[in-house]
Structures are given as structure tokens and as C-alpha cells.
């Protein structure tokens, strides 16, 4: 039957027929595994041929050693491997079997320091069934020459003499997964292992037992493999145990509480792998018998439970295994507390009595997902260095607490989050853990990232370029309580501590800050006294105790008008990572919360990128990052150079991280003019917006990553200034002319819409909106040149100058109206040159419209919510009649008093005086819409004209129409109150207030008592005049305007320190 094939032998087919038949080598045309395998088939044929010599096996007997095999010592490890190669092929001759061709009969074997063979049994993936299991085992155990203590010769064992034989082999690996062995034939095998009776038992070798896709894995073998592992001194040195892939291992009760009562007791054990066991798909109770089996071995640094079915129960127990395990890789890959075809049981609705349909159950909030519930355990694993959650239904609310949890983690370089839905919001998240440099993840996957969808307000969204705003949190919710201990680490981190948390309740009832934080050896942990109830509380980075902690440390107060330690002016400062803000490294919000790609930092974040495999996957990315890093222009040429086609894409996206000098260079990377149109429109914002001088009108989508960053920075802005306001040592106080008494900057916010008060938007709404987002900004802080402390008047020739090249420019009016703004804070005007800049622009028709931008019905508005406006418009394109936004554009700039602008002209007085023509009431400049328009923006307490209040053409003619529920229309109100109250004659005409019962005879009369004691509800409205000219008292009304409206001189030189240092606003850092 045997052929010769040149200088080769050919014993065996692989393919089909007996052992014998022959089969002629085909270089050309192979399969490269199939030419493998034939050439392995060859060379065991000739060890086989080659042991067929008598004489080749040497035995030189020795004197005996007690303890030592003497002949297996002077055995080499090729003698052997071909003795047991020829064993195998004998075996499978004999019980008439087509043999496997294994990896290794013995593989590596050789002979350990004690002189005695060490060896690793590999059968994995060989298609083996029963019968070759049995000739196998005949080749391990029936062919290996024992020396005989008496004649010193060798004889085959008999069937007693297996047990002996083991501890001498020493079979140290043993792997026989993914084979088709029965599960009465591999008990039979493991049995060989198993000792009975009371004599002494024999120690094993065994280190690694691989078991991985043994289907028919079952009842007798779970307890023949329970047997072993229940006899710790007979096997010592089990390290890994890989039970993957039998996935009957954990379906019933009995055989899961067997094997786990005895798994305990492996005490060396290392590394354990039981993914796709079934595990908890009958119940979660079989995952929390596994764990308590586990807590007794913090040995593990290898555990797999990938493709399982762990349920919430089961999390928490193995949140609780990780408090004191310290693992060094995990992997839970695609886990879920259901199967695929799981559907969830039908509800009975019953009907109702008259037929019509049930109502719709009310809707439930949303909860985290179960796998939560053990995340944010990992803080406790700092020596964790794999990390892999791969297709594990991870979302937003996941990747929180990972955030949270893995921050600090310096030992983790490997983490495997893909093929799960992040978005973009979750993965601001993990870039946080591959950008910063407490972390040490230095290779992240996020391959096959996908949106999640949310309806709008369903998700809470964490701010963390600025944290301030109202919370809700739920204690027993992992995202929520990731949260809090997020904002306890910013509030300690710039030594504001409790004070930061404002009105805080706890269910309904006051309460204490319910976290606390603590160093241990296992790193940060938090201790949480409650964890159940609704915790509602307002988080406020406040500067002073931020001042004072600074005080204690320099032992004096920062110089007045600086920011150069102010918390919320994110200008360029030395971070101290890991530590508090102190001294010369003290940190701002934005240096605190933006990532900076630094070089060490980029480079995984490019091996991020570059392993993303479609545009739609790199788009997710790229949208992330867009909200949290500052990049360089090389960094997105980078990403434009990786994926050409995305270029304009990239450059929208990403042109709010790089700075301002660098983004005008992103557009001429675009190489077509329309490409770069379209860009400029998407980026026109950003483009034309000057941190200088931010008064203005803003509408900004809030998909586009540019503008969002645009409504960040407005809002740092005014969190900013409010913060300057409220110093204590200000010389005076400082007027409040806000929309609602909150001293923000931020007036008419509408989304979609719907208005908002400025504390609503920052973590509450912005972060999980859509749509588009329309607000107001009016500043209060100028920014000055030089050293004097007001900045000298712009020089008559050079504003002719920039009137000239204005009328010169041949580009739009809206164009010309924003290049104006970008050089405005290098200017200081008079309200004459205020006057020549409006006049330029066209004015609107005096019968022109406005309308406003809050959407609501009123059947919408509800009587107990907070009142809420909008913001009021021209009814006009919007760029066509440009003075209203002329003259928002440099009125922060004009240096003259507010009462000088803010007035009628000489012609249009009631009482005629020699004091210069005003602006804003002026007729023939503003039309009426435009003037509402301005004061919409700017705010009644700015825009009001006291001293002349009565006149037909300033304040609309007198008639007021306000709204008592909003702060600053309510100080109006008291301002005409308390004027006619101080003037002589009938000063109200047809007052009217309806918040007053209905009454038949009469009209309404304004009580006294809303002098001391105005209403704070319903809407006032009224007209002021003067009965007679001598009636008007201009020393009350002076009186009224220094009590009430704010003027800003005092402010300009309280913001100058000694040595002339400018304050920079929080846009850069």
C-alpha cells in the first residue's frame, strides 16, 4: 500500500481511506494549511520509520536515586516524542480510526530541572472524536518505559499502572478544546484523574486545563472536572482554567452550585475564562453563586465572562468582587440579561366602562443599563491594564460612569469599547480617559461606534466645560451618583468644597452633602451615607471661597481687577494635575475641564482615528471631539489628510478647537470656492465673534459642534462677569440691570421656541437639546488699552479714516457690520461717533413691524411656572435695515453717560433744554420696531430714560406695558411708581394690573402700599405723563436713576489694578 515518492514515504491520508494508502504532494495549486499539514504527515511518518530501529532508544541504567527516575532522565525529548508519535499511529491502526494529525504528540517536551519530563497535551481544534481520545490516551499513558528498580529494564505498564505514570510525565498544559468528544468519553478521560480510595493520593502537575467549545460538555464530565478541582493537594499549580464555549456549563442549577463549590478551593487559581456559558440565562443567581465562589479567590488577573447573560443582580455582585480583586485583564464582551429572542411578556390593559380606549401608561423615567451597576466599581481596580467591553449595549449613561471610574486609573493601557452606541456625547467621555494624563489608556477602540437616539429631555447630559447649574439626581441610579462625585472632585479641586452646593434637599427635606471622598491603597473611593431619594441641589463655582483659600496660601488678596486668580476667567494658567489650584499653578474651569492634545497625548488619539473604518464612524469622533479639545492646525490636517473626503466636514466640525489665529487658515484648505462658502456660513459665529465685545445678537443651531462651542463660551462669559459683580471688595455695589435679578449677561434665551431663564440652560437643557438656540448677550465689562485707567477717546483722524474705508468697501452691509465688530474693542467712541456709524446703514420704514421669537400659546403657559419672554425682532430680512444691529454693535464701546444715549433729540422735547441730542429715541433714525428691538436687547433698566419720561417720543410715548414677574420690567414699574409718588398732579393714566379682581364700578387705583410693597405677578400697564411743566422734579428723578439703573464708570475703574493689567475674557485659552 505504500508508495515512494521520490525521497519521501507516504503512510498517511489525510483526506479519506486507511492507514497506508498512499497520496502524491502537489506543490502548486495547494491550500497553504493543506501542504502544512501533509508535510507534518511526513515528517511524523519518518520519526515512525526511524523508530522502527531496535537500537535507536539508548538506555544506559544507573545506579538508583531515591526519588529519580534514572531512565527517563537519559530519554531525550525527541526519543520520546517519537515513541509516543509511533504509539499514536499504532493505536489508530489498530482500532481501525483515520488518525488526526495534532500539533504535537508531546509538544516542547523536555526535561525540567529535576531530570524528570515535563510536557503540554495540545488537542485543541484537531476534529477529534471518542475513539481518537482513546488512542490518544494510550499514547500518552501506555507506551512510556518505567525502569524497574530490580533487573533495571523497561516493560509497557499495565492498566493500574496509569496513576503512576502521571506524576512523572508531569503533564503540566492540557488542552482539548473545540473537539467532538462525547460527555460520557471525556469523563472517561478526566477520570484518570480523579483518585478514589484512601491511599495516598498523587500530586499533578497540571497548570492549564483548556476545555474552550467542548459542546457535548455535561453532566458527567461537570462532575468528573468538579472531582479535580475539589482536590487542591492533588493539583497545586492550577493557573488558568478556559471553560469558553460550553454552553450547557451553567443552565442548570446543581451542576452550577457543584462546580462553583468547588472551584473555591483552587486556590492558585490565576486566570479564568467561562464566556458563552450560559451564564445567568436561566437566572441571575447562578452569576451570583459564581461570584461568592470567586470573593474567596483574589488570586484571579485573568477573568472572561464575554457573551453571558449578566443580569442588574448579577452586576452588583460582581461590583462588590471588585472591591477587593485586583484584576490585571477583563473582558465582558457582549453581555446581555436576555437572549436575542427574549420578548417581553404580554400586559393585560383592561377596558374601560365606556369603551373608549385606555389611556397611555404614564411614562417611566429612563434607567441605566444593569452593566452600571458594576462600572463604577472599577475605581477600585488601579493595576487593571485590559479592559474590554465589546459590544456590551454601552451608552451615554455607561460611559459616565466609566469616565468617572477609570479617570485615575494610571496602569490601564488597553481598552476595547467598540461596537457599541456610544454617540457623540459618550464618547466626550472616553476621550477624556484617552487625552488626560492621569489616565493611562494609550490604545482605544471605538470601532463600530453608532448613535443612540434620544428623545429630546430624556437624557441628562454632564457639562463638563461648566458644571453650574440645577440638578436632580436619583442616589440609587450609577450615572446619577457619577455625577455628583464628578462635580465633588471639580468643588474640592479649586477648594470651594461644600460651599459649591447650593439649596440642598434630599427628598423634599435639607440635608447635608451625602458623598464624601477618601484616599486608600486601592485608590480615590467615595462613601456615599445615602444612597436612595431624589438629591436636588444648584452647583455654583463661587470665587470666594476660592479668594479666601487663596489668601491663606499667599498670605494676602489678589490685586483688584485681576483675573489672574479668578476661577471662572479660563485665561491661560499652570495646572496642577491631581492636586488643588494654589498659588501660581492655580487652574481656571476651562484649563480644568478643555483637553489639550499635546503631542504624547495625540498620538493615540490619531491610532484612534486611523483604526475608525467608515466616514460615518470618524464623523461620530470627530463631532466629540469638537466639544472638549483645543487642537492645533496640524492636528486637523492630519485628520483631513486621512480622510480627503471629509474635508469639509472636518474643517466645520473642528474649527472651534483650534485657536482663533490658526482657524482663519482651516477655510483655504477647502480647494473650491464653493466648498469654502459653505463653510464660512456654517462657521460665520464663530468667525465674527469678538470675546471683547460680545453684546449682540446670537443664533446658533445647536447641532453644529461651532456654534454649540459658541453657546459654552457665552455662557462662561457671563458666569464670569456675574462673578466680578459679586466681589466683596467692590467699592459699591453694583446695580443689577439683568432680565430676571440673576446679574447674568444672558437675556431672551429661546430654544425652539420656547424661552428659558439663563440658570436653565446650562446642564439642563443645553447639553441634551436639538434645534436652535436664539439669546441675547449685553456686557457690562470694557476691555482696556494702556495703563490709564480709562482708555484714551479714538482719535478724531483715525475714526475718519475707518469711516472712509468703510464707504469705500464694496462688500455687503451685514459684512461690514460684522467686520466692524471684530476691531471694536480696540476702540472708544463718543455717542456723536456712535451716531455717524448708524447713520450709514438704511433705515427701516417707520410703519415696519416686530415680532418675537416665543413660540407659545397661551394655553401653554401656565400660571405657576416662572414667567419667561422672548426676544422682540424687525419684521425684516436680516440684511437689509442693519442700524438696531449697528448700534448693538458699538454702543459697549461708547464712553459717554447711558442717559446721554439713551434719549429723544432737542425737537421732540416736551420741556426744552441746551443738553445734546440723544440716539436711541431719536425718530428720525430708529423706527419704532428698531427701538424695541434695541431695548429687547439690552434691557429696560439700560434703555430707560428717566429724566425724560414723560416725552411723547422717548420710552414708546410713555406707555408701559410690564410684566411684575420679571425682575428687571418689576423695577420699571417701581421706578414709575415711586416717581408719581414724588411728583405733583395725575401722573398715571389708565392704569391697569391683572393680578386686581374684577370690579364694576371704577377702574384700577394703584394702592400706597406698592411703594414698599410691589406685587411680584400679573401685568402692569399704564402711561406717564406730566400734568404741568412745573410738576417735573429733576432732582427726584436724578434720585430715582442713582438708586435704580446702573451706570458703568464705577465699574471701568474698579477693573484696573495697579500695574494697568487688562482683565481677558474666558474665550481664549
Excluded at 574 to 603: E, H, I, M, Q
Amino acid at each position: 500500500m505504500e508508495k515512494s515518492l521520490g525521497e519521501e514515504r507516504i503512510l498517511y491520508q489525510h483526506e479519506a481511506g486507511r492507514v497506508g494508502a498512499g497520496f502524491q504532494m502537489q506543490g502548486i495549486g495547494e491550500d497553504s494549511s493543506d501542504l502544512r499539514r501533509k508535510k507534518e504527515a511526513n515528517a511524523f511518518f519518518r520519526r515512525f520509520q526511524k523508530f522502527q530501529d531496535s537500537n535507536y532508544i539508548q538506555k544506559t541504567p544507573g545506579p538508583m536515586m531515591e526519588g529519580k527516575r534514572e531512565g527517563l532522565k537519559n530519554l531525550s525529548s525527541q526519543q520520546l516524542s517519537n515513541l509516543s508519535v509511533s504509539t499514536y499511529f499504532r493505536s489508530c491502526e489498530s482500532l481501525g480510526t483515520v488518525p488526526k494529525v495534532p500539533k504535537s504528540i508531546i509538544l516542547d517536551a523536555k526535561n525540567d530541572e529535576e531530570g524528570v519530563l515535563s510536557s503540554r497535551v495540545d488537542l485543541e481544534a484537531l476534529d477529534m472524536t471518542d475513539t481518537d481520545l482513546e488512542a490518544y490516551q494510550k499514547a500518552i499513558f501506555s507506551e512510556i518505559p518505567i525502569l524497574l528498580e530490580k533487573n533495571k529494564v523497561t516493560r509497557k505498564p499495565e492498566k493500574n499502572d496509569v496513576l503512576q505514570l502521571l506524576p512523572a510525565v508531569k503533564i503540566k498544559v492540557l488542552r482539548m478544546g473545540r473537539n467532538r468528544f462525547s460527555d460520557r468519553g471525556l469523563a472517561k478521560f478526566l477520570a484518570g484523574f480523579v483518585q478514589l480510595g484512601k491511599g495516598p493520593k498523587k500530586v499533578f502537575e497540571l497548570e492549564e486545563i483548556n476545555l474552550q467549545g467542548l459542546t457535548m460538555f455535561s453532566g458527567l464530565s461537570i462532575a468528573k472536572l468538579s472531582a479535580m478541582m475539589g482536590e487542591p493537594q492533588s493539583f497545586p499549580r492550577i493557573v488558568t482554567l478556559n471553560l469558553s464555549g460550553i454552553s450547557t456549563l451553567f443552565t442548570q442549577h446543581d451542576h452550577c452550585k457543584l462546580l462553583c463549590e468547588n472551584l473555591v478551593k483552587v486556590g492558585t487559581l490565576q486566570e479564568l475564562k467561562i464566556a458563552d456559558t450560559g451564564l445567568g440565562l436561566v437566572s441571575q443567581a447562578t452569576v451570583v453563586l459564581l461570584v461568592q465562589g470567586l470573593g474567596d479567590l483574589l488570586a484571579i488577573k485573568n477573568l472572561d465572562l464575554s457573551s453571558n447573560f449578566i443580569g442588574k443582580d448579577g452586576f452588583v455582585a460582581l461590583g462588590k468582587y471588585c472591591e477587593d480583586a485586583q484584576l490585571h485583564e477583563l473582558s465582558l464582551n457582549w453581555n446581555s440579561d436576555k437572549p436575542n429572542s427574549y420578548m417581553p411578556p404580554p400586559v393585560y390593559i383592561p377596558p374601560t366602562e365606556d369603551g373608549a380606549p385606555p389611556p397611555p401608561p404614564p411614562k417611566e423615567e429612563a434607567e441605566d443599563e444593569a452593566i452600571c451597576y458594576f462600572l463604577e466599581k472599577l475605581n477600585f481596580q488601579n493595576r487593571m491594564e485590559y479592559l474590554s467591553l465589546r459590544g456590551s449595549g454601552l451608552s451615554y449613561a455607561a460611559d459616565l460612569v466609566l469616565c468617572e471610574a477609570l479617570e485615575c486609573n494610571i496602569n490601564l493601557v488597553q481598552f476595547d469599547a467598540s461596537d457599541n452606541a456610544h454617540g457623540k456625547d459618550g464618547l466626550r467621555c472616553l476621550l477624556r480617559l484617552l487625552i488626560s494624563p492621569e489616565c493611562g489608556v494609550a490604545n482605544l477602540s471605538v470601532a463600530q461606534v453608532r448613535e443612540k437616539y434620544y428623545a429630546p429631555g430624556e437624557q441628562f447630559r454632564y457639562n463638563f466645560t461648566d458644571p453650574n447649574g440645577a440638578y436632580s439626581l436619583r442616589l440609587d441610579r450609577p450615572s446619577d451618583r457619577a455625577t455628583l462625585k464628578l462635580l465633588h472632585r471639580c468643588a474640592w479641586y479649586f477648594n470651594v468644597k461644600e460651599a459649591a452646593f447650593v439649596d440642598m434637599t434630599l427628598d423634599g427635606a435639607s440635608c447635608a452633602l451625602p458623598v464624601s471622598e477618601k484616599q486608600t491603597d486601592r485608590g480615590r473611593a467615595y462613601q456615599f451615607t445615602q444612597e436612595r431619594g431624589r438629591l436636588n441641589f444648584v452647583f455654583v463655582l463661587d470665587d470666594k471661597p476660592f479668594q479666601e483659600e487663596l489668601k491663606k496660601q499667599q498670605g494676602k488678596s489678589p490685586k483688584k481687577g485681576s483675573d489672574e486668580h479668578s476661577l471662572m476667567a479660563p485665561s491661560p494658567a499652570k495646572k496642577a494635575p491631581g492636586g488643588p489650584a494654589s498659588g501660581k499653578n492655580v487652574s481656571t474651569l476651562l484649563d480644568y475641564s478643555k483637553l489639550k492634545a499635546t503631542l504624547l497625548r495625540f498620538v493615540p488619539l490619531a491610532v484612534l482615528y486611523q483604526n475608525l473604518q467608515s466616514d460615518k464612524e470618524k464623523g461620530v469622533l470627530l463631532e466629540a471631539m469638537a466639544f472638549d479639545m483645543k487642537m492645533k492646525l496640524c492636528h486637523v490636517q492630519f485628520f483631513i489628510e486621512k480622510a480627503p473626503l471629509m474635508t469639509p466636514f472636518i474643517i466645520k466640525t473642528l474649527y472651534s478647537t483650534v485657536h482663533r489665529a490658526e482657524a482663519m487658515q482651516l477655510v483655504s484648505l477647502l480647494p473650491h470656492p464653493s466648498l469654502q462658502r459653505a463653510v464660512r456660513a456654517a462657521t460665520s459665529n464663530a468667525v465674527f465673534f469678538n470675546a471683547d465685545n460680545p453684546t449682540g445678537r446670537y443664533k446658533l443651531s445647536i447641532e453644529n459642534p461651532t456654534d454649540k462651542n459658541m453657546a459654552d463660551t457665552l455662557i462662561r462669559l457671563s458666569s464670569w462677569e456675574k462673578q466680578l459683580q459679586e466681589q466683596e471688595d467692590m467699592p459699591e455695589e453694583i446695580k443689577d440691570a439683568s432680565q430676571y435679578g440673576d446679574r447674568t449677561c444672558l437675556r431672551n434665551v429661546v430654544l425652539n421656541g420656547k424661552p428659558y431663564r439663563p440658570e436653565e440652560l446650562g446642564s439642563d437643557v443645553l447639553q441634551g437639546a436639538i434645534g436652535t438656540l436664539e439669546m441675547d448677550y449685553r456686557t457690562r465689562i470694557f476691555t482696556e488699552q494702556g495703563t490709564s485707567l480709562i482708555q484714551p477717546r479714538t482719535h478724531s483722524l483715525l475714526w475718519r479714516e475707518l469711516m472712509d474705508k468703510l464707504f469705500d468697501s464694496d462688500i455687503s452691509t451685514l459684512g461690514k457690520v460684522r467686520c466692524f465688530r471684530q476691531i471694536s474693542s480696540h476702540l472708544s467712541i463718543d455717542y456723536r461717533q456712535l451716531k455717524e456709524f448708524v447713520l450709514f446703514f438704511a433705515r427701516a420704514p417707520k410703519d415696519t413691524n416686530w415680532y418675537s421669537n416665543d413660540q407659545r400659546n397661551a394655553e401653554e403657559i401656565e400660571a405657576a411656572d416662572p414667567r419667561v419672554v422672548g426676544g422682540i425682532f424687525v419684521d425684516s430680512d436680516a440684511a437689509t435695515y442693519l442700524r438696531s444691529e449697528a448700534f448693538l454693535t458699538l454702543w459697549s464701546r461708547c464712553r459717554d453717560p447711558n442717559s446721554v444715549v439713551m434719549t429723544n433729540t432737542g425737537e421732540f422735547r416736551a420741556i426744552p433744554d441746551t443738553e445734546d441730542d440723544g440716539l436711541l429715541y431719536d425718530p428720525r433714525v430708529f423706527c419704532r420696531a428698531e427701538q424695541r428691538a434695541i431695548v429687547s436687547t439690552l434691557g429696560w433698566l439700560t434703555c430707560l430714560d428717566v429724566r425724560r419720561i414723560c416725552d411723547p417720543e422717548t420710552n414708546f410715548g410713555g406707555f408701559f406695558e410690564l410684566d411684575l414677574g420679571i425682575h428687571e420690567e418689576w423695577v420699571v414699574a417701581r421706578i414709575i411708581i415711586s416717581l408719581a409718588s414724588m411728583e405733583d398732579g395725575d401722573n398715571l393714566i389708565n392704569p391697569h394690573w391683572t393680578g386686581a379682581r374684577q370690579s364694576t364700578i371704577g377702574g384700577f387705583h394703584v394702592p400706597i402700599t406698592w411703594i414698599e410693597e410691589l406685587p411680584e405677578f400679573g401685568i402692569f400697564t399704564c402711561q406717564y405723563v406730566h400734568e404741568e411743566p412745573s410738576y417735573v422734579d429733576p432732582e427726584a428723578r436724578k434720585e430715582l436713576i442713582a438708586k435704580y439703573l446702573p451706570e458703568f464708570e464705577d465699574l471701568i475703574a474698579w477693573r484696573k489694578d495697579e500695574e494697568g493689567k487688562k482683565l481677558v475674557p474666558p474665550s481664549e485659552p
